[in-house]
């Protein structure tokens, strides 16, 4: 069984109200994530788990704030591997971000990481 984000623990080295600060932070603007979410070819439940992992949150979060149980977001998670060819919520930030950068350089966005 692989390891996921979740299994990897963090080291308080800046504080935790300033790790919680920078948790909560979301990584693309609101038109930003319509575009992704379109890219993605996403049903709207899945890519309100990829939003919410992107920020950072637990499987215990997600399912509060999307308002389903635990073991649904666990569903949407593994039917998010399978669709994207990736094996971890790791692996699916990553995905994300590489898509978002290919995206960004072929339109020349201000955005696209160097």
Same mark, same amino acid.
């Given at each position: ?17 300033? *790790?919680?600060?920078? *948790?909560?932070?979301? *990584? ?7 575009? *992704?979410? =379109? ?13 919410? +992992?992107?920020? &950072?949150?637990?499987?215990? =979060? #997600?399912?509060?704030? +999307? ?6 977001? !666990? ?7 399978? !669709? +994207? &060819?990736? =094996?971890? !919520?790791?692996? +699916? #930030? ?21």
């Amino acid at each position: 069984m692989s390891k996921s984000c979740s299994d990897v623990k963090t080291v308080d080295v800046w504080g935790s109200a300033v *790790m919680e600060s920078v *948790m909560e932070k979301h *990584m693309f603007s609101p038109q930003e994530w319509v575009e *992704m979410k =379109q890219d993605l070819a996403l049903p709207p439940r899945q890519a309100d788990v990829v939003e919410h +992992l992107l920020m &950072g949150h637990s499987d215990k =979060q #997600i399912a509060r704030d +999307l308002g389903m149980s635990v073991p649904t977001v !666990r569903t949407h998670l593994c039917r998010l591997f399978s !669709r +994207l &060819g990736v =094996q971890d !919520r790791c692996e +699916l #930030i990553v995905y994300v971000c590489v898509r978002f950068r290919e995206k960004c350089q072929a339109y020349g966005c201000p955005r696209a990481f160097q």
